[in-house]
């Protein structure tokens, strides 16, 4: 009896066994049989020039016959999500719109398949983009003929404003009388901040606006973009341009330390109640439920925001990131497209590039809402009537300067998340200090990466 | 009882043999056992011991995922020692502390008296306890997000709530964004969504205690307060301590809704060590230094938790 149940018991086991095995065989078969199905999968972030990009790659679906997937993710775990896949060879992607900041430790960590001899072969040339677009997007090390990526999707931060509000001649006479200058888009910081100042609290169509919004996220990257545009205007530089690595003085510089304070004042003074922890979305929703007078924003958002049919059209107006008071830059947005080194179809891949890379797809990526970083398309002579906010974007694109994009940026941009947020956000210490351990934290990160890093 | 075989039978026993061999010889129970549970061990190895003592040799190391082209060197302590010497490290320590020791207070708190209500079997009371455990039942991610809402100060009914009782003007504090309550929001919610847990405890413990104690207090005359301090107290400890340990135990780890409710901020106000074990683990990819920092905080929580369990078992032979 109790052989003859150990039996059964046995009969059951092996038929699991074999259930389990099947079922793993097949697993393992169908990788395979699904990449004959040519199939490509592009990942990128979940936002706006995203939807025209799954438009625009409908036409490619049809030259080539390619299927196109696409792995979107949300901003604030856009760069978790992909970092962690690269870093982990990963087969997800085969092609990858990854952050301009990523180039460094996407080259050296052999991520990216390195596109010269493909560029060369098909004669696409750097020369052909925005100079700002290739050494931001495409190169590493920096300024060196060695690419890694497309230009794709040019970006940078600009601003947005209420210009039905600005045109009021009840709000423009009162500012008049208030500060003795017209009411006019912000060339300076200093005239944003008395733009903002101007309009904080003050009643509109029976509602309380705020003045400005301004980046102030604190998780992934948020502040950081932000500040960037005032620091820099202030005369914060990352390194010294004579000596590579040598922060003391100029990180931390005195200028470097009044942009931080000005950007913590505009901040206290001009924004709406609640944005301590705010990036992009909670922008966009500000200036949409007409909130704020002046929003910070990337250009990307721009065409969406144009056509909104409550601040968009006639109500809407677009400026370049205003002047500081010993230069004029903008941070710089925007991707390139790279192919991932680990994937099965980097021959597919590749078609995708010279497909994307020519001038009437780049064409029609600007119309669906993309920016192309084309020279063909953005100096075209009737590229500034083109869009609203065109020449504006022309203009940042001239002045755009980038965050570090070292293999350890994400390091770099984590400290510097938490001191700008410790100092601006929860009023801990002064600019100085926030600054003066921000190099702190930058030297032991660039130690630990082997650069000998000068202190004078 | 005898058995004859037939001498047919003898001769087709080979064949019988080879053919059914698994089923002739069959396995033992110990073999079965084995093969049942070979593959839960074989897991657990996998995802349980085997990263453990991969974590160990790491914490070690210098590795950085995000340069994985710089060759690994052995660093020895060092790694401990930059955590163990990081001024940050130990404010976030800090930060932890003071968020277990307040959020698990106040849970005991409001979970023991929850309790105490509900045990009184008053009508609708099986109503009322499914209506109170239903925050815990809740995803902390879904928590987090509605709390944020919640808190907003311009549209969040928290805010509005305030006001209507306080005369503050709702717009002119942000739950989420000051340093003097962030903190405390982050307990605020935690004790929302787990006081009932503790009341579960509570409850479990105060209907194990026979009625007859209390019908020979009250022959004694003794007063409800009297009855509480000397029965319903010291027999519900035990509990207490269990909860106190779990709960304490989950808040040291806590993560996901502090990371959506502040995601540490403002500034790190906020940041719990977890938090910073994730970034430096998944964000800044110092896989060396994360590894130490995992290893220093499952000592503490395995620790703690010892002589905790210690103190439990000696309050409980009382």
Redesign the interface.
């Known amino acids: 009896m109790r052989?003859s149940a150990?039996?059964r018991?046995?009969?059951w086991?092996?038929g699991a066994l074999a259930l389990f095995a099947g079922v793993a065989v097949s697993a393992a078969v169908s990788g395979p049989a699904r990449a004959e199905g040519k199939q490509l999968t592009l990942c990128w972030a979940a936002w706006d020039p995203a939807n025209a990009l799954v438009e625009l790659g409908k036409d490619f679906t049809k030259q080539s016959g390619i299927e196109m997937k696409y792995e979107f993710v949300p901003w604030t775990s856009y760069?978790?999500r992909f970092?962690?896949e690269l870093?982990s060879h990963g087969k997800l992607c085969d092609l990858i719109i990854g952050d301009s900041q990523w180039i460094g430790?996407a080259a050296?960590?052999?991520w990216y398949v390195k596109l010269n001899d493909f560029f060369d072969k098909e004669h696409i040339s750097m020369d052909d983009f925005v100079p700002a677009t290739v050494v931001g997007y495409s190169e590493w090390p920096k300024n060196t003929p060695n690419y890694w990526a497309l230009p794709a999707m040019a970006d940078a931060v600009g601003w947005t404003y209420r210009k039905d509000w600005f045109a009021r001649p009840e709000i423009q006479s009162a500012f008049k009388a208030k500060y003795g200058r017209d009411l006019a888009p912000p060339k300076t910081y200093d005239e944003l901040k008395q733009v903002a100042e101007f309009f904080q609290g003050r009643e509109i169509d029976g509602k309380k606006v705020y003045g400005a919004y301004i980046f102030t996220?604190?998780?992934s990257e948020g502040i950081t973009m932000g500040v960037t545009n005032v620091l820099y205007n202030y005369g914060f530089q990352y390194e010294n341009p004579k000596k590579a690595y040598q922060m003391q003085g100029f990180v931390n510089s005195p200028d470097a330390a009044k942009g931080l304070e000005f950007y913590k004042e505009l901040y206290k003074c001009c924004t709406?109640?609640?944005?301590?922890?705010a990036y992009m979305q909670e922008g966009l929703d500000a200036f949409k439920s007409g909130?704020v007078a002046m929003q910070m924003n990337w250009f990307a958002f721009f065409p969406g925001l144009y056509k909104d049919p409550n601040v968009g059209g006639d109500k809407i107006g677009f400026f370049v990131n205003p002047a500081g008071p010993k230069a004029h830059f903008t941070q710089l947005g925007g991707q390139g497209i790279s192919v991932v080194a680990t994937s099965d179809h980097k021959d597919d891949a590749l078609t995708y590039i010279k497909w994307f890379a020519q001038p009437a797809v780049q064409q029609k990526w600007w119309q669906l809402g993309g920016y192309s970083a084309l020279k063909a398309v953005v100096d075209a002579p009737d590229f500034p009537k083109s869009a609203p906010f065109a020449p504006q974007f022309l203009e940042s694109m001239a002045i755009v300067k980038d965050f570090w994009a070292e293999?350890?940026y994400?390091?770099l941009l984590?400290d510097m998340q938490?001191r700008v947020?410790?100092?601006v956000?929860?009023?801990?210490g002064t600019a100085q200090q926030a600054l003066d351990l921000l190099v702190k934290d930058w030297t032991k990160v660039f130690a630990?990466?082997?650069k000998t890093v000068a202190s004078e | 009882m005898t058995t004859i075989i037939h001498p047919d039978q003898l001769a087709r026993a080979p064949e019988a043999k080879s053919s059914s061999a698994w089923r002739g010889r069959g396995l033992s129970d110990r073999a079965i056992a084995w093969l049942f549970v070979a593959p839960t061990i074989a897991l657990l190895l996998a995802i349980n011991i085997f990263p453990l003592i991969w974590m160990i040799r790491l914490s070690f190391t210098s590795l950085n995922l995000s340069m994985s082209y710089l060759p690994l060197r052995f660093v020895g302590l060092d790694n401990f020692q930059d955590i163990l010497t990081d001024e940050d490290v130990w404010a976030r320590l800090q930060t932890t502390a003071r968020f277990v020791i307040c959020s698990v207070a106040l849970q005991v708190i409001v979970g023991f008296g929850l309790a105490l209500l509900i045990n009184r079997r008053f009508r609708g009371h099986s109503f009322w306890t499914t209506i109170i455990l239903l925050p815990m039942m809740l995803s902390p991610a879904v928590v987090g997000n509605f709390w944020t809402l919640l808190f907003q100060p311009q549209i969040g009914p928290f805010n509005y709530l305030v006001s209507l009782f306080t005369g503050v003007p709702p717009s002119s504090f942000s739950m989420t964004g000051e340093v003097a309550l962030a903190p405390w929001t982050i307990v605020l919610v935690d004790t929302w969504m787990w006081a009932p847990y503790v009341m579960l405890i509570c409850l479990a413990g105060l209907r194990s205690i026979p009625d007859y104690i209390y019908e020979a207090a009250e022959v004694d005359r003794a007063s409800p307060w009297r009855q509480f301090w000397s029965i319903t107290l010291p027999m519900t400890v035990p509990f207490l301590m269990l909860a106190v340990l779990f709960r304490a135990i989950e808040n040291f780890k806590m993560f996901d809704m502090v990371n959506l409710l502040t995601s540490g901020g403002p500034g790190s106000t906020t940041e719990l060590v977890s938090i910073t074990l994730k970034r430096a683990a998944f964000e800044k990819w110092r896989t060396g230094y994360s590894s130490a920092l995992a290893i220093i905080l499952f000592v503490t929580v395995f620790g703690a938790a010892n002589i905790y369990v210690k103190a439990l078992n000696r309050v409980k032979q009382r």
């Open positions: 052989k150990t039996g018991w046995s009969k086991a092996g760069a978790d970092l962690n870093n430790g050296e960590n052999h996220e604190r998780g709406a109640p609640g944005m301590t922890n909130q293999p350890s994400a390091q984590l938490k947020h410790d100092y956000v929860a009023d801990k630990e990466q082997g």
